[in-house]
C-alpha cells in the first residue's frame, strides 16, 4: 500500500525533545523510506500537556489532525502505518482531534473535551503545540502582524490606551498595569530608550516563558515591537537565561527572519520608526530577573539591583528611559491590539483580567503547562484540568508564585486565581510556577528548601537579604537536626533564642531588603507558619516530622516480633548501627544511626519500623 | 549546553584562540558577558589569562572582570570534567528527589557539587533551575537530558559514560602496548 | 542631586518643616533638620548605594520603610526617622551585622573608632540571637602599606567605591555572591601583587577594621626605648593641622609646636621639618622645571609631573611607564630629608649613618611602602627607617600617656628644621605648584614675585588650571588630586590635546591633608578646613619663599653646592620602575 506524502507534527520543544521526539523524528524518516515516500514532519512547540510527551499529531483527510500521546519510538511506524495506510484512527494513546476546516471525524474526541484543556482558554498559547514555530508564513496566516498593522494606525496614544483599557498587568509577577508602565515611560523625552523583555524565568518550578519562547517566538516579539513603538524606544533587549539554549535558537532565527522580512531595522511607519533587537544572555543568576539587577547584567556588572526611585522609566539602561516587560506579558499585546482590548477585558475578574499561564508541576497526575482564565478556582486547576494527585495520596498544599511566593492549602483551594485574592492568602501570582505537594511532602522541609535556594541566588548587596537569609536557613536547618547531632545545651539554647526572633526577622527582612528577592523571601516562612504551624511545633518541640520526610528526624527501630535474625540488615548497614547474633533479634543503635533507610529497605520481614 | 537531541557525544569544537574570540567583540562595557561566555564556550572555562585578556580588550581592571566572572553561576573558573553532569535542584524537581540524586552521585563520581574528579573525567554541579519539570527530577550529561529518573536509572546512566570513557581510552592503551 | 534648579522643596522630618533644594534626598532634608540617619554604605558625594538599609525611615501614606539616602524629597511629604518600627529594623540589620562579625572589639585597632561599635551602642543592641556560619577569611599582611582582615568586612562597598570611583584604580572588587560575598583583588592575589597604590583612601572609608596601614608602633617603641641609635623624626606639614583632632581641637588647629614638643618626650633626639625638605625639593624641583623649560630633550620632556606623591608614582608606573621621563627625578621631601639625615646630619655630628634611626610622621600610608623601595638608601640602611601615619602618632603618644592639649609649644631643630610659608603649603593640593611658582619666578628673572598667593591653584577641586605670566613668558600648569582626575589629565597629556608645562598630581581628595593617614572618614569638610588653616601657616611665616629659607642657602653653599649638583643627584634624585598593569595584564 502506498501512502502519498503523509505530514505528521511533533512536538519538538525542550520536554519533548527531552523524552524522545529526536528518535521519533528518526523513526518516522525511515518508516517514509521504507514506503518509498516523503514526509513532512513539522515541528511544533509545547501543547502544554507535557505529561503526554512525546506528543505526534498526524494530517489525515485533508486537513483534520488528530494527536497521540505517549508516542515511543517502538510505537510510531505502528501508528504512522495504522493511521496512512489502514486509515485507522481511534488507537491507544489518542489525545483528539483539532478542530479544522473540514467535517470531524467520528468517533474521535476533540482535544479541547479532554478533561486537561476543556477548561484552558488558550489566549497567549494559542500557537504553541499548532504551528511551526519558525515559520513566519504559518505565523501570519494565524493572524500574525494584523496587531501590529492596527497598532501602527492607531498610533503610540492610542496604543498605550487601548493596553490599559484591556487591563493587562505584568505577569513576571508584580502584576503592575503594563499600559501605565508604558505610559511612564513614553512620557519621558529622550532620544535614546530601550525596551527590554525579561526572560530570565529564575523561578524553579517555571517554564511558561520557555515554551512560548520555543513555541511562538513571533508572537513575544511582534509585541516588543508594538511596546518599542509605543513608548518611543528603538532598541529591543530580549534577556533570556543561558540555560535555555532551545528558545536562544529561536529567537535567534526570528529575529534573522523579521530582519529580513524588512520588520525589524527597517522603517515601519512614515515617520522612519525603525525597531532592532538583540539578544542577551544570561549568565546563571536568579536575582537577574529583578529588573534593576537585570539591567545591571546587559551593562556588563555584577547582577546587583538599584535602589528605585529613579525608576527604569526614568532611568534604566546606561541611565536612558527603559520599559522591562516580562515574556508572557509581551505575547499578550499582539492580539490586545488586532482583537481589540475587549478580548482580554472580557475574561478574569474585575481586579484581574485575562489568561495566566502556570506551569502544573509536582505531585500532580497531568504536569504540564495551563492556561487558564484569571478566576478560575484552585481546585479546578488541581483536579480537573490536573487529575488531581497520583497514588492516591492525599492533596495537601501548592506552591504558587516561585519559592517566594507561598503556599495555598487544602482549606483554601477555592480560592480564585486573581492577584488580589493571592495576596490576602499571603501567596502571591508570581510568574505562574505551580507546585503541587502530597502528604508525603514536609512543609518545614519545604521552606528550608526554599530559603536555601533565595540565600544562594541573594545576590549580597544588602544586609537583611545576604545575612538575614542565610539565618533564617539556619533556624530551620537547626529545627530538622535530631538531638543526637545537637551540641552543648547552649546550641539548644541558641536554637530556640533563634526560632523566637524568627517572626521578627522575617518583618525585618520583608520590610527593609532593596529588591523582591529580599522582600519576598521570608514568605516561605510565614506562609508555611501560617498554615502548618503543627508541622513546625512537632519538629521544634518534639523532634519529629509528621511528614516522615526530613530524614534526619526518623527513628528507626527493630520490632521485636517480627525480626527473624537473618542479619540482612546489619550487613548492609553503612554505619554499623545494627547489633545481633544470627538468628536472634537485632538491635539499631540509635547514636549511630545515620538515617539512611538502607535496613528498611533490605528488610524482607517487615521488620524495620520508621517513626 | 545544548538542547538534548539524538544522543551524541558532544565533541569540542575547535577552539579558537583568545585573540580570535575578542576581536569579534567591540569595545564596550556591555559586551563582558557574552565575551566571557563565548570564552566558556570555547575553552570550558575562564583562565586567569582569559579574563587578563578580556580586562585588555574592553580597558576595564581585571578585578572588575573576575568580580563580574565569579557572581554569576554559569562562569566556571576551573576546567571541568569531560562529562559535565549537571543536577537540576529546582522546587519540582525537589519535590521528586532530586535531593537524593545529589548524594547518589556524590557519593559514586567520589566528588562534591562544584568539583571535577581528580581524573578529569565527571565534573558534578548543581542548577537551580533547568526549566524541564515536567520531566522531573533531571540530569544533565554534556547538555544531554535525561528526566522522570530515579537512583537506579541515574547509576546505569552514569556506567554507560563510564563504559564510553573506556572505549575512547582503550585503542590508546593498545597503541601503547 | 540634580543642581541647577533652585526650586525648593518643603516637607516635614519628624513634625519640623525644612525646605531643601529639589533633587536632594529625604537623608539631605534630615541634616538639614538637624536629624541624624544613620548610614553605613552612604558616600557623600557618590550616588547612593542603597546596600545597608540603616537610613530607612517611615514615610506617612508608604507601606514599606524608604530607604532615605535614595528617596528623592517630595513637597508635603511627611517623615518619621525614630519610630518603633524603624528603630526595630535598625537594631535587627546592627544584630545581622554582628552576627557574622568576629568579637574581637578589644584587641581590634578600630577599638573606640569602630562605626559597627558605635551603632551597636546607639542602638543599646543586647544580644545577638543568630550565630552561625560566618566569613573566615586570611588576612592579608603583604603590602607595606595596608593590612587587609576580609573576615571583619561588613560588604558596605565604601572601599570598592572610593577605589573605583575616586581614584579610578580598582585593586579590590566584589567577588562572589550572596552571603559568600568578600571583597578581595583579582585572583585573590596578595594586594602587593596588584596595582594597589597604597594611597590608603580605603582605609578612610572602611568602617571597622577591615582595613588598616601596617602598624610601625612595635618597632618604633622598640628603638626609642633601647637607646641604642640617635633617633631623628621629621613630621609632615599636614600633620600639624591635623594631629590636634584626636584631642579635642578644633579641625585645622596648628600644633605645630606641640609636635615638636610631643616627640622629644617620646624620646626622639633631634627633632627636623619636612617642610624643610619640601623647601628643598621646591629648589631642585624649580631648577628642573627651569632647564626642561630652556633645553627640552627627548629624556626630559615636558609637561614636568610632580614627583612626591608616592601614590601617585606607583599609579603612573602601573599605568603610563611610557610617561616616566615626564615624572621630575626629585626625591619626595621624605626621603629628601631621610637621605640627608644618614649623610649630612650624620657626618656632622660624628655618627655613623647605621646608628641613626629616622622616623616620619606622615598624613599618608603610601610614604610606608616609598620608604621601603629600592631606590632609597644604602645598603642595609634605610634613608627613612619607619613611618607613622597621624593616627598611629596620636596611638603612640596615647600609649605613652602625653597629654597631648596641655603640651608646650616648642620648635624644632634649626639645622633641618627650619621652613619658609612654601614647605608649609605642600600639605595643600596646589601647594607644591604655588611654592615652585614663587621660587620659579625668582630663578628666572631675579625678582621676588610680589603676588605670592596663587588663588587659582588652591582648593578643593580636583583639577585647576591657571596661566602664569614669568617675565613674559606664559606658561600653563595645572593642578590634579585624586586619581581619577589624574588618569583622564595624563591621556588628555598623551592625546595631545593639553599643552601643560608643569602639572602637580596628588593622589588624596584635596592634597596630603586629606592623606589615608589622617582620623578615619572621607570628609570634604574636615578636608576644606585643613586646607585654609594650611594657607594661615604660611601667611604667619616671616620667610615664605624657599629660596629665602637661611638653613636652604647654608645647605647649598656647605654641602650641596647648588640645585642640580653632582652630589644633589645623588642624594636627593632618584629613578623609577616600569610595574605590570592588571588592566592589560602586561
Same mark, same amino acid.
Given at each position: ?76 511506524? *505502528? ?89 493587562? +498587568? ?36 517555571? *517554564? ?20 518599542? !513603538? ?10 533570556? +537565561? ?32 525603525? *525597531? ?9 543568576? *536568579? ?185 533564617? !536557613? ?19 539554647? !541558641? ?40 508541622? !513546625? ?5 518534639? +523532634? ?68 | ?177 | ?260 614638643? /610631643? ?34 630633550? /627627548? ?40 637621605? #640627608? ?54 596611638? #603612640? ?52 614675585? /610680589? ?136
Amino acid at each position: 500500500m502506498t501512502v502519498t506524502n503523509p505530514t505528521i507534527v511533533l512536538g519538538m520543544g525542550t520536554c519533548g525533545l527531552a523524552s524522545g521526539a529526536g528518535k521519533i523524528r528518526n523513526v518516522a524518516q525511515k518508516w517514509a523510506e521504507s514506503h518509498s515516500s516523503n514526509i513532512t514532519i513539522i515541528p511544533t512547540g509545547c501543547i502544554g500537556f507535557c505529561q503526554a510527551e512525546p506528543i505526534m499529531d498526524v494530517i489525515v483527510n485533508g486537513g483534520t489532525r488528530i494527536s497521540y500521546g505517549s508516542v515511543t519510538a517502538q510505537d510510531a511506524p *505502528f501508528i504512522l502505518d495504522e493511521v496512512f495506510v489502514h486509515k485507522h484512527y481511534l488507537l491507544d494513546g489518542v489525545l483528539g482531534q483539532h478542530p479544522g476546516r473540514n467535517n470531524p471525524i467520528d468517533g474521535i474526541p476533540f482535544v479541547a473535551d479532554h478533561p486537561f484543556f476543556k477548561k484552558q482558554v488558550k489566549y497567549v498559547l494559542r500557537n504553541c503545540g499548532v504551528i511551526d514555530p519558525s515559520s513566519i508564513a504559518e505565523y501570519r496566516e494565524h493572524g500574525g502582524f494584523l496587531g501590529l498593522e492596527r497598532a501602527l494606525s492607531l498610533g503610540r496614544g492610542g496604543i498605550i490606551q487601548e493596553v490599559i483599557r484591556s487591563g493587562l +498587568r505584568g505577569r513576571g509577577g508584580a502584576g503592575f498595569l503594563s499600559g501605565k508602565k508604558w505610559q511612564l515611560a513614553s512620557q519621558e523625552k529622550s532620544s535614546t530608550k530601550y525596551l527590554v523583555c525579561n526572560a530570565d524565568e529564575g523561578d524553579p518550578g517555571a *517554564f511558561m516563558d520557555r515554551s512560548l519562547l520555543e513555541g511562538d517566538p513571533f508572537s513575544v516579539l511582534e509585541g516588543m515591537i508594538i511596546a518599542g !513603538y509605543a513608548i518611543g524606544a528603538t532598541e529591543g533587549i530580549v534577556y533570556c +537565561r543561558a540555560e535555555y539554549p532551545l528558545a536562544i535558537e529561536r529567537l535567534t532565527q526570528s529575529i534573522e527572519t523579521l530582519k529580513k522580512e524588512g520588520i525589524l531595522e527597517k522603517p515601519l511607519d512614515g515617520a522612519g520608526f525603525t *525597531f532592532s533587537l538583540r539578544i542577551k544572555k544570561g549568565a546563571g543568576a *536568579f536575582v537577574c530577573g529583578e529588573e534593576t539587577a537585570l539591567m545591571a547584567s546587559i551593562e556588563g556588572r555584577r547582577g546587583m539591583p538599584r535602589p528605585r526611585p529613579p525608576y527604569p522609566s526614568v532611568s534604566g539602561l546606561n541611565g536612558n528611559p527603559t520599559n522591562v516587560n516580562n515574556v508572557e506579558t509581551f505575547a499578550n499585546v499582539p492580539h490586545i491590539l488586532r482583537e481589540g482590548a475587549e478580548s482580554l477585558a472580557s475574561m478574569g475578574t474585575e481586579t484581574s483580567k485575562g489568561t495566566k499561564v502556570f506551569a502544573l508541576t509536582g505531585k500532580i497526575n497531568n504536569t504540564g503547562l495551563v492556561e487558564v482564565p484569571m478566576g478560575i478556582t484552585l481546585r479546578e486547576i488541581i483536579y480537573d484540568i490536573g487529575g488531581g494527585v497520583p497514588d492516591g495520596k492525599d492533596f495537601k498544599a501548592v506552591q504558587i508564585g516561585g519559592p517566594s511566593g507561598g503556599c495555598i492549602p487544602k482549606e483554601l483551594l477555592d480560592i480564585r486565581i486573581d492577584y488580589e485574592s493571592l495576596k490576602s492568602a499571603g501567596a502571591m501570582m508570581g510568574s505562574g510556577g505551580l507546585v503541587v505537594m502530597d502528604s508525603d511532602t514536609c512543609m518545614v522541609d519545604v521552606a528550608k528548601f526554599f530559603l536555601s535556594f533565595t540565600t544562594k541566588e541573594s545576590c549580597g548587596k544588602c544586609i537583611p537579604c545576604r545575612e538575614g537569609t542565610q539565618r533564617m !536557613y539556619e533556624v530551620l536547618e537547626k529545627i530538622t537536626t535530631p538531638y543526637s547531632q545537637m551540641g552543648s545545651e547552649q546550641e539548644n539554647l !541558641y536554637r530556640f533564642n533563634m526560632v523566637l526572633h524568627l517572626e521578627n526577622l522575617a518583618r525585618v527582612i520583608k520590610d527593609t531588603s532593596l529588591c523582591g528577592l529580599g522582600q519576598s523571601a521570608p514568605n516561605a516562612i510565614i506562609s508555611t507558619l501560617r498554615y502548618f504551624r503543627d508541622e !513546625y511545633e512537632a519538629h521544634i518541640f518534639d +523532634r519529629k516530622c509528621p511528614a516522615k520526610a526530613c530524614r534526619s528526624l526518623l527513628t528507626y527501630t527493630i520490632d521485636t516480633d517480627v525480626c527473624n535474625g537473618c542479619t540482612l540488615c546489619a550487613r548492609n548497614c553503612p554505619g554499623g548501627a545494627i547489633v545481633g547474633e544470627k538468628k536472634k533479634v537485632h538491635y539499631i543503635v540509635d547514636e549511630k544511626c545515620t538515617r539512611c533507610g538502607k535496613c528498611f529497605e533490605s528488610c524482607r520481614a517487615g521488620a524495620v519500623l520508621v517513626s | 549546553m545544548k538542547p538534548a537531541g539524538d544522543a551524541q557525544l558532544e565533541v569540542r569544537p575547535e577552539t579558537r584562540k583568545l585573540t580570535e574570540i575578542l576581536r569579534a567583540f567591540p569595545r564596550e562595557r556591555g559586551y563582558l558577558i557574552p565575551i566571557l561566555q563565548e570564552i566558556q564556550e570555547q575553552h570550558g572555562y575562564l583562565s586567569k589569562e582569559s579574563i587578563m585578556a578580556t580586562a585588555e580588550h574592553l580597558d576595564l581592571p581585571s578585578s572588575k572582570i573576575f568580580g563580574v566572572a565569579t557572581f554569576y553561576n554559569q562562569f566556571k573558573l576551573v576546567p571541568p570534567g569531560r562529562y559535565r553532569v549537571q543536577i537540576c535542584r529546582g522546587t519540582a524537581c525537589h519535590v521528586r528527589g532530586s535531593f537524593n540524586l545529589l548524594e547518589s552521585l556524590e557519593t559514586e563520581l567520589g566528588i562534591k557539587a562544584g568539583e571535577t574528579a581528580r581524573d578529569g573525567v565527571f565534573s558534578l554541579e548543581t542548577v537551580a533551575c533547568m526549566g524541564a519539570c515536567s520531566i522531573a527530577p533531571v540530569v544533565a550529561v554534556n547538555g544531554e537530558f535525561f528526566g522522570r529518573l530515579d537512583r537506579k536509572k541515574l547509576l546505569k546512566i552514569i556506567a554507560e559514560y563510564r563504559a564510553r570513557e573506556e572505549e575512547t581510552k582503550a585503542p590508546e592503551e593498545e597503541a601503547h602496548a | 542631586m540634580i543642581v541647577g534648579r533652585n526650586e525648593m522643596v518643603e516637607l516635614k522630618i519628624n513634625d519640623r518643616t525644612v525646605e531643601i533644594e529639589e533633587g536632594g534626598t529625604i537623608l539631605d532634608a534630615a541634616q538639614k533638620a538637624g536629624e541624624r540617619i544613620p548610614t553605613l554604605c552612604h558616600i557623600k558625594g557618590l550616588l547612593p548605594s542603597g546596600a545597608c538599609r540603616m537610613c530607612v525611615v517611615e514615610v506617612k501614606g508608604r507601606n514599606g520603610l524608604v530607604p532615605s539616602c535614595s528617596f528623592p524629597a517630595e513637597p508635603s511629604m511627611e517623615v518619621l526617622t525614630n519610630t518603633p518600627r524603624v528603630l526595630n529594623a535598625r537594631r535587627t540589620i546592627v544584630q545581622l551585622l554582628l552576627a557574622s562579625h568576629p568579637f574581637d572589639c578589644l584587641s581590634c585597632n578600630r577599638n573606640h573608632f569602630c562605626e559597627l561599635q558605635s551603632l551597636a551602642s546607639q542602638y543599646q543592641i543586647e544580644s545577638v540571637p543568630f550565630r552561625g556560619k560566618s566569613r573566615i577569611y586570611p588576612p592579608d599582611f603583604s603590602s607595606p602599606s595596608i593590612v587587609r582582615t576580609p573576615s571583619k568586612c561588613i560588604l558596605c562597598g565604601r572601599c570598592v567605591r572610593t577605589c573605583e570611583e575616586i581614584q579610578d584604580v580598582s585593586a579590590i572588587d566584589f567577588t562572589r555572591r550572596g552571603f559568600d560575598t568578600i571583597v578581595l583583588p583579582a585572583f585573590n592575589e596578595a594586594l602587593r601583587e596588584t596595582d594597589c597604590v597604597n594611597c590608603g583612601q580605603c582605609v578612610l572609608a572602611c568602617p571597622t577594621g577591615a582595613l588598616h596601614e601596617v602598624s610601625a608602633l612595635e618597632q618604633v617603641m622598640r628603638v626609642l626605648q633601647d637607646g641604642k641609635k640617635h633617633v631623628v623624626a621629621q613630621c609632615a606639614p599636614a600633620v600639624r593641622v591635623s594631629v590636634g583632632e584626636f584631642y579635642g581641637l578644633p579641625v585645622g588647629a596648628n600644633v605645630t609646636g606641640k609636635i615638636a614638643s /610631643a616627640l622629644r618626650r617620646l624620646g626622639v633626639r633631634t627633632v627636623f621639618d619636612t617642610d624643610f625638605a619640601a623647601d628643598l625639593t621646591i629648589m631642585e624641583e624649580a631648577s628642573e622645571l627651569i632647564r626642561r623649560l630652556t633645553s627640552p630633550e /627627548a629624556n626630559r620632556p615636558l609637561p614636568l609631573f610632580t614627583s612626591c606623591c608616592p601614590g601617585w608614582v606607583k599609579f603612573l608606573e602601573h599605568n603610563f611607564p611610557e610617561m616616566i621621563a615626564h615624572l621630575s627625578t626629585c626625591r619626595s621631601p621624605q626621603q629628601m630629608m631621610g637621605s #640627608l639625615v644618614k649623610s649630612y646630619f650624620a657626618e656632622r655630628n660624628g655618627l655613623r649613618p647605621e646608628d641613626v634611626y629616622m622616623i616620619s610622621v606622615m598624613p599618608c600610608t603610601a610614604k610606608k611602602f616609598e620608604a621601603a623601595r629600592p631606590e632609597f638608601g644604602h645598603g642595609s640602611v634605610e634613608d627613612v627607617d619607619a613611618v607613622l601615619t597621624t593616627r598611629e602618632f596620636s596611638r #603612640l603618644l596615647d600609649l605613652y600617656g602625653i597629654d597631648f592639649a596641655a603640651l608646650p609649644e616648642e620648635s624644632f631643630d634649626e639645622l633641618l628644621g627650619t621652613t619658609s610659608g612654601s614647605g608649609d603649603v605642600f600639605a595643600a593640593s596646589g601647594g607644591v605648584m604655588e611654592s615652585a611658582l614663587r621660587t620659579a619666578y625668582h630663578l628666572i628673572t631675579g625678582k621676588d614675585l /610680589a603676588e605670592i598667593e596663587f588663588a587659582p591653584v588652591r582648593g578643593f577641586d580636583g583639577l585647576k588650571e591657571a596661566t602664569v605670566d614669568i617675565d613674559g613668558t606664559s606658561i600653563k600648569v595645572a593642578v590634579v588630586n585624586t586619581l581619577a582626575k589624574a588618569r583622564r589629565l595624563v591621556r588628555n597629556v598623551k592625546a595631545g590635546v593639553s599643552d601643560y608645562t608643569f602639572v602637580e598630581v596628588m593622589a588624596c581628595p584635596g592634597g596630603c591633608v586629606g592623606g589615608g593617614g589622617q582620623s578615619y572618614g572621607i570628609d570634604s569638610e574636615r578636608i576644606k578646613k585643613r586646607i585654609e588653616a594650611v594657607y594661615e601657616v604660611d601667611r604667619t611665616r616671616v620667610v615664605r619663599r624657599s629660596y629665602q629659607n637661611p638653613r636652604i642657602v647654608a645647605l647649598y653653599e656647605e654641602y650641596l653646592e647648588k640645585p642640580g649638583s653632582h652630589r644633589s643627584h645623588e642624594l636627593l634624585h632618584t629613578g623609577y620602575q616600569v610595574r605590570g598593569n592588571h588592566r592589560s595584564g602586561v
